[in-house]
């Protein structure tokens, strides 16, 4: 967050030079001892603004706060980690970031108000946790194309249209993309019915798996493995990547295919915070954030390790046929989409344009 020079406030606290020069410009006469008090004004206002125009000089570098909605030991934090060291030694003098911490800074479902608000300036999220602030960012999950995509056919501008108006954050990229969503569970399904079944959710999964008869309750993703350790859920949503972060194989016997969405998990900032920095240091962020999104297809591979890991580890794979998959997929997508469409036709509709392909 960009400091002011700690001589404004002392300056504005202590003794208002201004609201002194122009009660003295107000009176009708001058006495010697105005003149004075006049002349010190005078040199107290320059002074001022000397140590402002110093302080601005000065103020070249820019710290911003981040925090993340994941765990720290999860994936995507990782990956990030690597992703600001780097910034961090580029941006000597221009601009540094210093992560805060995870949701036991900020409860995953408050990062989005923290990052609206300006608690913080940046914020790695997926769009279903910040729904509390902006509803229509879990439809982010229904991308049909990849980010680089999205830049070049005005999604990410509408994106981010849509979430300065409605919510003062900037989008500033998505980097993690290729990770399909999966339903875990620890009873055995033989089709696409889960009725009868408790599952832990985020608005990611609940209106498939509502659809499909689940009943369901929504947890961080901190609180999964006691959820599964007190057996108060047969299964739960996660992508392909991860579960091993916080040990739910230990708790975990299936794995149903096929997955479905991609996992969306995104750098967003404060609006204020962006509009802060100089034209220099959005450059940078903006040119960080590019080279960070390029690597996105690292995704991929870690997909394949990530369920070989899982079948090592004594996952099973429960696998629907031809057509069930079929229809699994279509009503997946249809009722996420409907979904997003009857809060907010407008924004969804446009969106919906925008990040499918068409069949
Ligand atoms: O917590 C979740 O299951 C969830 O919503 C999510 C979203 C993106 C990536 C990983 C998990």
Same mark, same amino acid.
């Given at each position: 967050?960009?400091?002011?020079?700690?001589?404004?406030?002392?300056?504005?606290?202590?003794?208002?030079?201004?609201?002194?020069?122009?009660?003295?410009?107000?009176?009708?006469?001058?006495?010697?001892?105005?003149?004075?008090?006049?002349?010190?004004?005078?040199?107290?206002?320059?002074?001022?603004?000397?140590?402002?125009?110093?302080?601005?000089?000065?103020?070249?570098?820019?710290?911003?706060?981040?925090?993340?909605?994941?765990?720290?030991?999860?994936?995507?934090?990782?990956?990030?980690?690597?992703?600001?060291?780097?910034?961090?030694?580029?941006?000597?003098?221009?601009?540094?970031?210093?992560?805060?911490?995870?949701?036991?800074?900020?409860?995953?479902?408050?990062?989005?108000?923290?990052?609206?608000?300006?608690?913080?300036?940046?914020?790695?999220?997926?769009?279903?946790?910040?729904?509390?602030?902006?509803?229509?960012?879990?439809?982010?999950?229904?991308?049909?194309?990849?980010?680089?995509?999205?830049?070049?056919?005005?999604? !990410?501008?509408?994106?981010?249209?849509?979430? *300065?108006?409605? #919510? @003062? +954050?900037?989008?500033? =990229?998505?980097?993690? /993309?290729?990770?399909?969503?999966?339903?875990?569970?620890?009873?055995?399904?033989?089709?696409?019915?889960?009725?009868?079944?408790?599952?832990?959710?985020?608005?990611?999964?609940?209106?498939?798996?509502?659809?499909?008869?689940?009943?369901?309750?929504?947890?961080?993703?901190?609180?999964?493995?006691?959820?599964?350790?007190?057996?108060?859920?047969?299964?739960?949503?996660?992508?392909?990547?991860?579960?091993?972060?916080?040990?739910?194989?230990?708790?975990?016997?299936?794995?149903?295919?096929?997955?479905?969405?991609?996992?969306?998990?995104?750098?967003?900032?404060?609006?204020?915070?962006?509009?802060?920095?100089?034209?220099?240091?959005?450059?940078?962020?903006?040119?960080?954030?590019?080279?960070?999104?390029?690597?996105?297809?690292?995704?991929?591979? !870690?997909?394949?390790?990530?369920?070989?890991? *899982?079948?090592? #580890? @004594? +996952?099973?794979?429960? =696998?629907?046929?031809? /057509?069930?998959?079929?229809?699994?997929?279509?009503?997946?997508?249809?009722?996420?989409?409907?979904?997003?469409?009857?809060?907010?036709?407008?924004?969804?509709?446009?969106?919906?344009?925008?990040?499918?392909?068409?069949?």
């Amino acid at each position: 967050m960009i400091r002011l020079p700690p001589a404004l406030p002392t300056c504005r606290i202590v003794f208002n030079p201004v609201a002194s020069f122009l009660r003295l410009m107000a009176r009708p006469r001058t006495t010697i001892r105005q003149a004075i008090v006049l002349r010190a004004t005078i040199l107290v206002l320059a002074s001022c603004a000397a140590l402002m125009t110093a302080g601005s000089a000065g103020a070249q570098q820019t710290t911003l706060r981040l925090v993340s909605a994941f765990p720290e030991n999860n994936v995507y934090v990782k990956h990030l980690e690597r992703w600001w060291t780097q910034l961090n030694s580029e941006g000597k003098g221009l601009l540094q970031i210093t992560f805060v911490g995870g949701p036991r800074a900020i409860p995953t479902f408050e990062v989005g108000n923290a990052v609206k608000s300006g608690v913080v300036d940046l914020a790695m999220s997926a769009g279903a946790f910040y729904t509390n602030v902006l509803p229509v960012a879990d439809a982010l999950k229904l991308a049909e194309i990849p980010i680089a995509e999205q830049r070049r056919n005005g999604a !990410y501008d509408y994106i981010n249209q849509v979430w *300065q108006e409605k #919510a @003062g +954050i900037v989008y500033l =990229g998505r980097f993690v /993309e290729y990770q399909p969503f999966h339903l875990y569970l620890n009873k055995r399904i033989d089709r696409p019915d889960l009725s009868g079944l408790k599952l832990r959710v985020t608005t990611v999964y609940s209106d498939i798996f509502r659809a499909l008869g689940a009943d369901i309750v929504t947890t961080a993703p901190g609180e999964v493995y006691t959820a599964l350790e007190r057996g108060m859920v047969d299964g739960y949503g996660w992508p392909i990547g991860g579960i091993f972060d916080l040990n739910w194989q230990t708790h975990t016997k299936y794995r149903v295919d096929p997955g479905f969405y991609d996992a969306e998990v995104s750098l967003l900032m404060n609006l204020a915070s962006w509009n802060r920095l100089s034209a220099a240091q959005r450059e940078f962020l903006q040119r960080q954030m590019l080279a960070l999104e390029a690597q996105n297809s690292i995704w991929k591979k !870690y997909a394949e390790e990530e369920a070989e890991r *899982q079948r090592a #580890a @004594g +996952i099973q794979v429960i =696998g629907f046929n031809p /057509e069930q998959s079929r229809q699994f997929l279509d009503r997946a997508y249809d009722v996420g989409w409907a979904a997003h469409i009857k809060a907010s036709p407008e924004v969804a509709g446009r969106l919906r344009t925008l990040l499918s392909v068409k069949h």
